[in-house]
């Protein structure tokens, strides 16, 4: 139990254009989902807090305009990476929390971008 | 604010060697802890957790204790695998905080046959 997938595994992009990457629960339901970034061989950044039928919030330094997030459904959240660059290239992780447990995150698999 | 330090890697072991990660925490009020293992190439998996003082979290062979007097929660395992070598990360998420996790900075374990 307590699956989350991500589609699509990796990207690659050229630069200007947007990419939609999902983050989907698969056997719970998540009022709350999690999108964090991460760079090679460090931590994971925390970029935003989605919550399913409201905005999400976004953390300092993170550009809402930037990286919209849409959490439609109790099972699905998307991050758009809009008119991506170079530098937008990373790891992007998200997680969802099953409602029943407040405490714990279960995380999908990731996606990498690339931009050219 | 929360914050997790854990001890830098990379730590380099033979098979069957002892395996200890530091995590120490700092936190408001009464955190749950986690400890995350990341695979090459993968997302994050969640290894054990304890939600209150003295509690013991396992899987898999490894075991962490939640240690308030301390603020510790060090990751052990008695005999490691090829297959344990990966990404750990220690985290703690608090009511104080909305229950985000905060992370520690990762520590890489590489086992050699």
């Known amino acids: 139990g307590a699956v989350v997938s991500q589609h699509p595994s990796w990207v690659i992009c050229k630069s200007g254009t947007s990419v939609k990457i999902e983050c989907r629960s698969l056997?719970?339901?998540?009022?709350?989902m999690f999108w964090y970034r991460q760079f090679p061989k460090q931590s994971l950044m925390l970029m935003a807090t989605?919550?399913?039928?409201?905005?999400?919030?976004?953390e300092q330094g993170v550009e809402k305009d930037k990286f919209l997030i849409n959490h439609a459904s109790l099972t699905l959240s998307t991050l758009t990476v809009t008119s991506a660059h170079p530098e937008d290239s990373s790891f992007y992780i998200c997680?969802?929390?099953?409602?029943?447990?407040?405490?714990?995150?279960?995380f999908g698999p990731g996606t990498r971008l690339l931009v050219l | 604010g929360n914050s997790v330090t854990q001890m830098e890697g990379p730590v380099t072991l033979s098979e069957e060697a002892f395996l200890t990660i530091n995590c120490t925490y700092t936190?408001?009020?009464?955190?749950?802890l986690f400890w995350y293992v990341q695979y090459p190439g993968e997302g994050l998996q969640l290894l054990l957790k304890?939600?209150?003082?003295?509690d013991k979290g396992s899987n898999k062979g490894f075991e962490a204790t939640y240690r308030k007097e301390t603020t510790s929660f060090h990751l052990e395992k008695g005999s490691v695998q090829v297959s344990d070598s990966a990404v750990y990360f220690c985290?703690?998420?608090?009511?104080?905080?909305?229950?985000?996790?905060?992370f520690g900075g990762g520590t890489r374990v590489l086992v050699k046959p």
């Open positions: 989605s919550n399913e039928g409201s905005k999400a919030t976004y």
């Open positions: 985290a703690l998420s608090g009511q104080a905080a909305g229950n985000k996790l905060t």
């Open positions: 997680s969802a929390r099953d409602v029943r447990s407040q405490e714990t995150q279960y």
């Open positions: 304890a939600t209150k003082a003295d």
């Open positions: 056997d719970f339901q998540a009022t709350t």
């Open positions: 936190a408001t009020g009464y955190p749950s």
